[in-house]
């Protein structure tokens, strides 16, 4: 099955800095990556749809000056919390559309813990 | 930022019996539904989907139903066991494949 890497798995930095988050689709080809955010006991939120090679489309209220999203090649996507402040803490997570036509489905990665200290 | 206390509603289940969980959507042109079921600190899994034009779809041990008269979708989990215990999000899809996702339902099963 498609399989879709996050790293790091977590990370802990000081406010202020940025913090770089990479989603892989490890055995296939996503021309389309999504950017989710999820708090402690709710449901996930999605942040930004990821288009190689385009410019990425963010939800309403998303600021799209502080989560920087790149998708540089049809296997990467990143996410980049800039100027990161303690209410960014949460869990990310990105997924990737199967091939088109043949599934609905979207691949999740096993997310990324992020605590901004 | 983070609710404080926030609580899922919760489904306990004993082991071996049939699990409910249902689901309300808002959107009535949503093409497609899935279920997908969350470990703690880990993504979310597919579980099993449906289109807008069925209103019934089996998988293994697992049946998605959907009701579009009144918005409302169910998984039924056969025989369930202790690995089921999880959070289980409704999400419903359309066109650019955007998903939204439900609040969520925590099932705990009973040894």
């Known amino acids: 099955g498609a399989v879709v890497s996050q790293h790091p798995s977590w990370v802990i930095c000081k406010s202020g800095t940025s913090v770089k988050i990479e989603c892989r689709s490890l055995?296939?080809?996503?021309?389309?990556m999504f950017w989710y955010r999820q708090f402690p006991k709710q449901s996930l939120m999605l942040m930004a749809t990821s288009n190689e090679g385009s410019k990425a489309t963010y939800e309403q209220g998303v600021e799209k000056d502080k989560f920087l999203i790149n998708h540089a090649s049809l296997t990467l996507s990143t996410l980049t919390v800039t100027s990161a402040h303690p209410e960014d803490s949460s869990f990310y997570i990105c997924?990737?559309?199967?091939?088109?036509?043949?599934?609905?489905?979207?691949?999740f990665g096993p997310g990324t813990r992020l605590t901004v200290t | 930022g983070e609710s404080v206390g926030l609580h899922l509603p919760t489904l306990s289940v004993q082991e071996g019996d049939n699990s409910i969980i249902n689901c309300a959507y808002s959107n009535s042109a949503s093409d497609y539904f899935i279920w997908y079921k969350q470990e703690s600190g880990k993504g979310p899994q597919f579980i099993i989907d449906i289109r807008s034009n069925m209103d019934k779809r089996q998988g293994q041990r697992v049946t998605v139903l959907l009701n579009k008269t009144v918005k409302h979708l169910s998984l039924q989990i056969a025989a369930t066991q202790p690995g089921d215990s999880a959070v289980y999000f409704c999400a419903e899809g359309w066109g650019n494949n955007r998903l939204a996702f439900g609040k969520g339902n925590q099932v705990v099963v009973i040894p």
């Open positions: 997924s990737a559309r199967g091939p088109p036509g043949q599934t609905l489905e979207q691949y």
């Open positions: 055995d296939f080809q996503a021309t389309t």
